[in-house]
């Protein structure tokens, strides 16, 4: 099968890229490089030794997507990563948000269409259940946005679902938890524009003497130690249930023409037991203190898993320590380029 990745450059995509090409797909690729880089791509190759079809396409020039698409004969399916998403900026800058995330994911679908390409694979967020009762499971209500950002995922997901009522188009669309670590490899992992707003990059740049000191944002919530609870996920468990979701569409397992998933590990962790466990994987001590909340940050998320694991057969292998362990190797990796 051939499978069409958008923001193949990207974290998430980079290494469902790899997953992909290991596991025998032929892959085609596309990114406008505007949080990732060239570089991406021959790092890609170094790991799985095969060549991938490459365009430099924006998801919004719709021509050119289409362009795009059509060349490329016989695309059996698309995995969608491309799109904005800095919670922050999204508040600042709504509009990019909406053109991008929204508008280009209406611009893939017109560009499928004309290329007679009928399922999707959609990057949905756990920030769609906004603060609601762990384990979360695919039935829960999702309340009104608390970002621009947040309500693109919800919007994209309905756009996808009454466009899949509409035609013959078939959708999975998977609600990741938190995203964090990096390809044993060390050759691909995120790379953070600028000060990162996520906890783990942080960790790891402030370990590495990047930034001066992690600040933890409240220890006075209702949970065991007062800090938050995330579920957090390693990339590669994370890029495996892509290529479990293509599956699951080729083999038309789906009872309906839009299926959603969430993709967590089922394990709530605290902020503090993150600091612990990396403190303790990689033998360096952290600077850090406690400081006030971040507005907007819910009490506390980790999802229900039970439908990946019924019906995608998918879950999740690795651990907290092999997360945080993969991320450090990969600050000290790129701190040696
Ligand atoms: P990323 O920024 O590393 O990857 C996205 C890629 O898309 C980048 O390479 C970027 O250059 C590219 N891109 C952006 N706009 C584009 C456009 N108009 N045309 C072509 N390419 C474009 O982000 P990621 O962490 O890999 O996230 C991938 C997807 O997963 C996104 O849709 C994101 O919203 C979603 N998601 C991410 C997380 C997370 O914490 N990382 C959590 C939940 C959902
Ligand atoms: C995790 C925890 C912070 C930084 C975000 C998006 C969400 C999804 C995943 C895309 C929180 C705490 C963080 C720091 C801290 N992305 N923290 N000090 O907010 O759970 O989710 O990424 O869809 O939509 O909102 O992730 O990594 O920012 O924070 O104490 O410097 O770490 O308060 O409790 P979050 P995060």
């Known amino acids: 099968m051939k499978i069409l990745v958008t923001g193949g450059t990207g974290y998430i995509g980079s290494h469902t890229v790899v997953e992909l090409q290991q596991a025998g797909y032929e892959v085609v690729a596309l990114d ?31 021509t050119a997507l289409t362009s795009f698409l059509k060349a490329q004969q016989g695309i059996d399916a698309v995995i969608h990563f491309a799109a904005n998403k800095a919670v922050g900026e999204s508040v600042a800058n709504p509009l990019k948000y909406y053109e991008n995330n929204v508008g280009g994911t209406v611009n893939l679908l017109y560009a499928m269409e004309a290329a007679g390409i009928q399922q999707i694979v959609f990057s949905s967020s756990c920030t769609v259940y906004g603060e609601a009762n762990p384990p979360v499971d ?23 679902k009454d466009y899949s009522q509409a035609s013959e188009m078939k959708v999975v669309s998977l609600r ?24 783990v990059p942080f960790i790891t740049q402030t370990a590495i003497g990047k930034r001066e000191m992690l600040t933890v944002f409240g220890n006075d919530y209702p949970t065991p130690d007062g800090t938050n609870i995330r579920d957090y996920i390693h990339v590669v468990d994370l ?54 909340r971040r507005a907007g940050d819910v009490v506390q998320v980790y999802a229900s898993c039970d439908k990946a694991a019924n019906e995608l057969g998918w879950r999740t292998e690795k ?3 092999e997360c945080l362990s993969s991320a450090w190797k990969w600050e000290q990796a790129i701190q040696t380029k």
């Open 32 to 62: 406008n490089f505007d949080n990732s880089s060239p570089e991406v791509l021959d790092n890609i190759k170094k790991i799985t030794g095969k060549d991938l079809v490459f365009g430099k396409v924006d998801i919004r020039d719709k």
């Open 138 to 160: 695919e039935s829960a209500e999702m309340p009104v946005a608390n970002s621009p950002y947040g309500n693109t995922k919800q919007i994209c997901e309905e756009v996808l």
């Open 176 to 199: 990741y938890f938190n995203p964090v670590g990096a390809h044993e490899s060390a050759l691909i992992g995120e790379l953070p524009l600028g000060v990162p707003s996520n906890l």
């Open 239 to 292: 890029a495996k249930a892509h290529v479990a979701a293509i599956e699951y569409l080729a083999k038309k397992k789906y009872t309906a023409p839009f299926s959603v998933f969430n993709l967590g590990t089922g394990n709530g962790n605290s902020v503090l037991e993150v600091i612990e466990t990396f403190e303790k994987v990689s033998g360096v001590k952290l600077n850090y203190r406690i400081g006030p």
């Open 319 to 321: 651990s907290l320590e």
